[in-house]
């Protein structure tokens, strides 16, 4: 089915949410102006009563004196070396300390605002140069990953160390008051968040790519080695290391490392679907494993396997950033330096794909070519649309059956109008490249196929498939299919338990068997806190409080105690209030978490109610 969703577009998705990399700095920078500015205005005030009051001076003199402080404010001769204005600097005393953090600031917001435009511009360079050629796309991200990095980590630091000093001199200033414990929490926050980016710059995170499928030696699938090793000879390049057979909907070549049943595959590696292949004429498939091989001669994969490190590095990188806190406004910069360069990757990958589909028709044919895209299309979408009303079921299932359900009510959803609507935004599902619509691909081919000759070929008995030259293919589908339909089963088990209130006893079975009843025991025998998926109970409470009346759940510090704060509707703000002291338990830090998840339980399914009475 089509996407209801409206795209929000490149600008307010990454370009807006990115200017707030130079919020703070512009703060800092605008906050020190003013602070200097109003401390001058300050001491030209006490300056000019005292002058007022000097009986000793002439009118002249007065005027001269009066006219030099307000020629130079007491901010200027603080900054200044001038031996002639030491007087004046020894008279301002610590007055002149503040002014020069006031400076340090203003430089500081001036260097990080440099920064940040400077940064701007080498994303944006790298960023177009990675539309030019696969070449400068790699080479350009190379230098746009190593350089924003370190300006990106510098950022941090800048914006980390400027955020505390606000967090005492803009109270200071304002309220003449400043508050250690917000110093503290901020100065704690900025020193963990830059911590954690520095070590995230080093660290390198793992590159395992596993897939759920079987290996197949040539011995298990003789003669469709043969045929890829023909298709490879044809288009000249080399055939792949490994063939993995699965059920997944789609294939895909790769030359990552590939990890299946604990073994890790190093080379170049060739998915096939054994569920697509039934679908498949031997010349349809023949057409799908020749665009994968495609692949293989074009680069793609290689290219591919030298990007997915640094992609994967920048990956972690962006997560460590939006952790942070006080990081996010660097998180939404660099956010959008990858949104750009994944604009000119997914428009090098859809050429890619147009690509092999070329190199595909040549070998075999374009009408292959097309009628495979329309198999292959057609099953994905249909076994989406399986798999969603199967989840969305609010009933236990004795037996899911996908592959059964999808085998059997194929060829009527083939002849319905949804198969037209799915097909008309088919995207063919594929673990690393981006697909253009079927529309295109089948224009690129030089075929037209009408609604009517999509159903008919969807409809026509398969005569010889690939399958056929598997020694096992049942038995892997089987051990497969057994392993998904169980995971599958695990989730959607899960789902209900989230979903039932319950109102039956068998449901409240199921609610208690993935949300039992828990214990969590104080340091103090006296002391006790239980919950179970409706309620939760304090021995310090008069009675339990049912997580439907909780409004909100927050934690504090008070005292030197951790608490976590319910404010529980209906009873006023302050009567409503029921505290947990955390610092009280043995393990506070599970009985915090099995709150919220217990309570985000209720939550969710209060909501999920709410929307099945009103569907």
């Known amino acids: ?57 002439s009118a002249e003199d007065r005027q001269e004196a009066l006219a030099f402080y307000r020629a130079v404010p007491a901010s200027a001769a603080c900054l200044s070396e001038d031996e002639e204005l030491a007087g004046y600097r020894r008279n301002l005393g610590s007055t002149c300390s503040d002014m020069k953090q006031f400076g340090w600031a203003h430089l500081a917001s001036w260097g990080l605002l ?137 294939f895909f070549v790769t030359e990552n490392d590939v990890r299946v049943n604990g073994r890790t595959l190093s080379g170049r590696t060739l998915f096939v679907s054994l569920s697509l ?92 070519i097309a009628r495979s895209l329309v198999k292959v299309g057609a099953y994905a979408s249909f076994r989406d649309r399986v798999e969603a009303k199967l989840f969305a079921q609010d009933e236990q299932h004795q037996s899911v059956a996908i592959a059964q359900r999808v085998a059997h009510g194929f060829s009527e959803y083939a002849q319905s109008d949804a198969v037209h609507d799915d097909l008309q935004v088919a995207v063919t599902p594929h673990p690393f490249d981006s697909h253009p619509p079927l529309g295109a691909r089948m224009e690129n ?38 392993v ?17 209130e319950p109102s039956t006893e068998e449901e409240r079975q199921h609610v208690e068997k993935h949300f039992p009843a828990l214990t969590f025991e104080g340091k103090d025998a006296s002391y006790q806190v239980r919950l179970d998926y409706a309620q939760v109970s304090c021995s310090e409470w008069e009675h339990p409080i049912e997580f439907d ?3 909100s759940a927050t934690t504090a510090d008070r005292m030197f105690k951790k608490y976590l704060d319910l404010q529980v509707s209906g009873e006023g703000l302050f009567k409503g209030k029921r505290s947990i002291c955390l610092s009280k338990l043995k393990d506070h830090e599970a009985a915090l978490e099995a709150v919220g998840r217990y309570l985000g339980r209720h939550r969710f399914m209060k909501e999920h109610r709410s929307k099945s009475d009103a569907a």
């Open 114 to 250: 440099g920064l940040g435009l400077a940064s701007t511009l080498v994303a944006l360079l790298c960023g177009l140069a990675a539309f030019i050629s696969r070449p400068f796309q790699y080479g350009s991200f190379v230098v746009g990953w190593l350089v924003l990095r370190i300006t990106s980590a510098l950022q941090v630091m800048g914006q980390g160390v400027l955020v505390v000093w606000l967090s005492f001199w803009v109270t200071a200033l304002w309220t003449q008051r400043y508050y250690p414990k917000l110093i503290g929490g901020v100065g704690i926050m900025a020193a963990i968040a830059i911590f954690a980016v520095v070590v995230a710059i080093f660290r390198r995170p793992p590159m395992d790519f596993d897939v759920e499928a079987e290996e197949v030696p040539p011995e298990r699938a003789p003669e469709l080695w043969d045929c890829v090793r023909r298709l490879c000879k044809r288009l000249q390049t080399s055939p792949p290391d490994h063939i993995l057979a699965g059920i997944d909907t789609n």
């Open 277 to 368: 292949l039934r679908l498949l004429e031997r010349s349809e498939a023949e057409a799908v494993l020749a665009h994968e091989m495609g692949h293989l001669l074009g680069g793609d994969t290689g290219h591919g396997k030298r990007l997915a490190p640094m992609l994967m590095h920048f990956s972690h990188y962006l997560q460590t950033l939006y952790e942070g806190g006080v990081t996010r406004p660097v998180f939404y910069f660099m956010a959008a330096y990858r949104g750009l360069f994944e604009l000119s990757l997914g428009r090098s990958r859809r050429a890619s794909e147009l690509a092999a589909d070329r190199l595909a028709a040549g070998v075999t044919s374009g009408q292959d």
């Open 484 to 500: 998904y339909e169980e995971r599958f089963s695990e989730a959607h088990d899960l789902s209900l338990a989230y979903r039932y």
């Open 549 to 551: 009346r909780i409004a």
């Open 1 to 57: 089915m089509a996407s209801s969703r409206k795209s929000r577009g490149f600008v307010p998705s990454y370009v807006l949410p990115a200017l707030l990399l130079f919020a703070l700095p512009l703060f800092g920078l605008w906050f020190s102006g003013h602070a200097s500015d109003r401390i001058d205005a300050q001491v030209l005030e006490v300056v000019e009563k005292q002058i007022g009051l000097d009986t000793q001076l």
């Open 445 to 482: 081919v030089g075929v037209h196929l009408t609604p009517a000759d999509m159903a008919q070929v969807l409809l026509e008995p398969v005569e010889s498939s690939w399958v056929e030259a598997f020694v096992d293919a049942e038995a892997i589908e089987a051990r497969l299919w057994g």
